[in-house]
């Protein structure tokens, strides 16, 4: 599990926490599905490129997702800001979609995305050229992140003065912290689901997590 120690642990050596196999309480493609049709036509469904989507504020949909935010919230005095789900399709490592519901998912996708697929944008089950489309951008978040690692894998990347770091690969029920204003990079490894769970800090202040 994580604790408060691990977390100002975290901050003070400008590093991810990690637990594999932290939670098995993570949606499946069908709970995806009906997330997507709940959130659709709303202003907290959005179409970031044309492989990826967001659903904001996904705790309006998502029941359970309030159990990590209290655990969170308990563990902190961080104000919760919101949880969001991300799904991604297309990536340059495998775009082979096994589950009906994920296949579902991305035919609605493909229809309401407003981003169309450049014609210049190749995919193959185990490709998408070119690769410039599809490099991860280093960024930093000005929150505090709780990240899950739902269905399919993900490559994370932490940078120090712009130097490599550290990296690991997050699979289903996986999850990490990342402090706040840590460069870092994510690569979908497959067609995959997560959920971030944004804290601020309103004071920007480590030492404000409380003791209980």
Request: aromatic share 16%.
């Amino acid at each position: 599990m994580i604790t408060k120690y691990d977390i100002l642990e975290s901050i003070r050596k400008k590093d991810i926490y990690l637990v594999k196999n932290f939670t098995d309480q993570m949606p499946s493609w069908k709970e995806i599905d009906i997330l997507y049709d709940a959130s659709a036509n709303s202003e907290n469904l959005r179409f970031p490129s044309f492989g990826t989507m967001v659903v904001d504020k996904s705790n309006k949909y998502v029941n359970y997702y309030n159990d990590f935010i209290k655990f969170f919230e308990n563990l902190t005095s961080w104000h919760f800001s919101e949880a969001l789900t991300i799904i991604h399709f297309i990536n340059k490592n495998n775009n082979i979609i096994s589950d009906n519901y994920a296949k579902k998912i991305s035919e609605k996708f493909y229809q309401d995305n407003p981003k169309k697929k450049p014609d210049e944008v190749v995919v193959s089950d185990y490709n998408a050229e070119p690769s410039k489309y599809f490099e991860p951008a280093i960024h930093f978040d000005a929150s505090h992140n709780f990240f899950i690692q739902g269905q399919g894998k993900t490559l994370w990347k932490i940078y120090h003065d712009e130097k490599l770091f550290k990296e690991c690969i997050l699979e289903e029920g996986d999850f990490i912290y990342i402090p706040q204003n840590l460069s870092h990079s994510v690569e979908s490894l497959c067609p995959r689901f997560s959920v971030s769970f944004i804290f601020n800090d309103p004071k920007n202040m480590p030492y404000l997590i409380r003791d209980k």
